[in-house]
């Protein structure tokens, strides 16, 4: 049964879902050179959702490329508050959510942290260590606001867990893609597919698979099965290796491989 | 007295809290795993064989019972009576190898493979790598690049001990980052390998069960104490970094009279100067800036650096159970020495805090029997002390 209070990221995504478009959303490390013009570029050549990272000190879901990213922010100076200073001088019309560790919500607080998110126009929220049973204060600060926070679902999960995981989440879910953090790699793991059709089968959410999804053609191996993929460790590399526009050239080859396989 | 002592130091509430502290802060994908490992440590802690197999190993190959010694010169010197509770004769050197055993052969019972484990000082290491030889199964330790090249003689015996040291390059390149990889690993290889962590610090159920496998330490010195001198200690110390060795004491005398004191390192003072925070799987006190990130710990001892606290701690200063008083690293090379000339006993420099804190407050305590747990011998820690006292 749909609710019949689906938070705003998730009409958008669903409606465009139905009308036969694969969702693609990138990754981009807030607070890293040149990460505003990045999401710009993501946003003009394709996004269908905006992930914007708040780089943490800890980051133990992340590979090297995005640790390395994050690092690098957090030397810049980067914080929560900066970030999202930054994300109000945007002016894209693409979704953006942020993918944060839970001591930066918690460290906050519930209902302070929400706020601020929302009110620097973020629809939403990943938070890749809280678990569903630690997600209660959060969700109901997050909910209270009309944001959407984005829960994981693992290859590990047995089958009972996973329709709880995608009650509980808005917007999409987060399909993790592989056991191991975020990085290329250079197979899609079978992984990847089997959980996307495991969460299909028990959800009618947007079902985006992330983390292991490394160029346009495990992209669109990807789709086959999902309703889109996170590009992350992809994206952030080419952003610290050939700056923004080396962004928006990745995502629109990534946009374009994975419109003509749904035609 | 309003609290109930005999519910301190029992099992954590079903979501795995002390109070408010603790919890499972966990990856979705290792969700399943900490429920197993609960399951599997909750059935196994019940079963008698179970349990006489550990005993077994904790007595013919760990040399259980450690014994306590009673510090005259050291004592008279300082109008106490000062007594160890001799966690340094244990097979490797130190507490790490009740903790250990337990989860090796938990491990092994679950049909897990492979170890992984994370060391500050290499004590924890090499108990692993020593376990895992044991036991037959193979082992991966992270270890911090800083704390690679300060403790090369404990990197050395781990690879004399067939295990695989892999130097953390990330973050500080201590302690929190060798956890940071290590959890990387586990989230990645966790349908064949045990993740064995080395203090009561980690999600659920590690803080409760990593304390369970320590509390030989208390129980046997509450025994030893009444034995050798008919009444319990007045004050029980230990070192505190994650806070193993200090729970495996204080579980023996939570519910005495006792003081207990947990002694932090000045620059790792998570339950002096940290706020709660949530990091590798725990809400605890966390040494951290006004954004949350985690802050440095600096502290001579490798063992020690570390910016958090295992909860149970946080939970005993929040009820005031037990106090968490900081040494300086300057206090800590003078205890050292001291306990080296007087007693003929190098300690680590992890147990040193101990000894720093008791020197420092004997003034107060005197005629006072003070047990301290010394944790661990000094011989890792003898090179670097070679270079700082030249």
Same mark, same amino acid.
């Given at each position: ?15 465009? #879902? ?20 990045? *999401? ?164 009618? *959410? ?22 889109? *993929? ?24 990534? #946009? ?8 | ?15 795995? #809290? ?5 919890? #499972? ?235 207990? *004191? ?129």
């Amino acid at each position: 049964m749909i609710s019949t209070s689906l938070t705003p990221l998730e009409v958008t995504l669903r409606a465009k #879902r139905d009308a036969g478009r694969k969702l693609l959303v990138p990754y981009v490390t807030g607070g890293l050179k040149g990460w505003t013009d990045a *999401i710009r570029a993501a946003a003009a050549n394709g996004a269908d959702v905006i992930e914007i990272g708040l780089p943490f000190s800890d980051p133990v879901m992340d590979g090297p490329i995005i640790q390395q990213a994050s690092q690098q922010a957090l030397d810049d100076g980067a914080t929560p508050i900066s970030i999202l200073e930054g994300v109000r001088t945007l002016d894209v019309d693409v979704p953006l959510v942020v993918m944060c560790y839970y001591n930066t919500v918690h460290h906050a607080g519930h209902e302070r942290f929400a706020s601020q998110l929302f009110q620097a126009g973020i629809v939403g929220a990943i938070i890749p260590d809280l678990p569903l049973e630690e997600s209660g204060p959060w969700c109901a600060a997050a909910d209270a606001v009309g944001l959407a926070t984005i829960m994981l679902a693992a290859p590990t999960a047995p089958d009972e867990r996973l329709p709880r995981v995608c009650a509980r989440a808005r917007g999409f879910v987060y399909s993790v893609g592989l056991l191991g953090v975020t990085g290329e790699r250079t197979e899609l793991a079978a992984t990847a597919s089997l959980l996307a059709k495991r969460l299909k089968k028990v959800t009618d *959410i947007p079902v985006i698979i992330g983390v292991g999804v490394s160029n346009s053609a495990q992209a669109v191996e990807a789709c086959k099965v999902a309703d889109g *993929i996170v590009q992350g460790a992809s994206v952030v590399r080419r952003l610290m290796e050939g700056g923004p526009d080396a962004v928006g050239a990745y995502v629109a080859e990534v #946009r374009a491989a994975i419109d003509a396989s749904t035609v | 007295m309003s609290i109930s002592n005999q519910s301190i130091m029992s099992e954590p509430s079903e979501s795995g #809290r002390f109070g408010e502290f603790g919890g #499972r802060f966990v990856p979705e994908t290792l969700v399943p795993a900490c429920q197993e490992l609960e399951a599997a440590f909750r059935e196994a802690w019940a079963d008698p064989i179970f349990r006489a197999e550990l005993d077994q190993l904790l007595k013919e190959y760990a040399g259980r019972p450690s014994m306590i010694t009673e510090c005259y010169q050291l004592g008279a010197k300082l109008g106490i009576r000062l007594v160890l509770k001799r966690e340094d004769l244990n097979h490797t050197g130190s507490h790490k190898i009740n903790n250990v055993l337990g989860q090796v052969l938990l491990a092994k019972r679950m049909g897990k493979k492979h170890i992984v484990a994370e060391t500050g000082a290499g004590q924890h290491g090499v108990a692993s790598a020593t376990a895992a030889a044991l036991m037959g199964m193979s082992c991966k330790v992270y270890m911090g690049a800083v704390d690679v090249e300060r403790q090369g003689l404990n990197v050395f015996r781990m690879k004399l001990l067939g295990a695989e040291v892999e130097a953390v390059h990330s973050g500080s390149r201590t302690l929190k980052d060798a956890v940071n990889e290590a959890m990387r690993d586990w989230v990645a290889s966790v349908e064949s390998t045990h993740y064995c962590l080395g203090s009561v610090m980690g999600p659920h159920p590690y803080p409760w069960m990593v304390r369970e496998f320590h509390r030989v330490i208390g129980s046997e010195a509450r025994e030893q104490c009444l034995e050798r001198y008919g009444s319990d200690p007045d004050f029980v110390v230990a070192c505190v970094g994650g806070g193993s060795n200090a729970l495996g004491i204080f579980s023996g005398f939570v519910d005495t009279k006792a003081r207990l *004191i947990g002694v932090e390192p000045a620059g790792g003072a998570a339950v002096g100067r940290g706020q709660p925070g949530v990091v590798h799987g725990m809400r605890s006190y966390l040494m951290q800036d006004e954004y949350g990130q985690v802050q440095e710990a600096h502290s001579i001892s490798a063992g020690l650096d570390y910016p958090g606290v295992g909860p149970e701690h946080s939970y005993l200063a929040s009820i005031g159970r037990a106090e968490y008083p900081t040494v300086t690293d300057t206090e800590v090379i003078e205890a050292f020495q001291l306990m080296a000339k007087t007693e003929g006993i190098i300690p680590a420099l992890e147990c040193a805090h101990a000894l720093a804190w008791i020197s420092r407050e004997a003034p107060k305590m005197q005629g006072k029997t003070v047990l301290m747990n010394l944790s661990g011998r000094g011989d890792k820690d003898v090179g670097q002390m070679m270079e700082i006292l030249g």
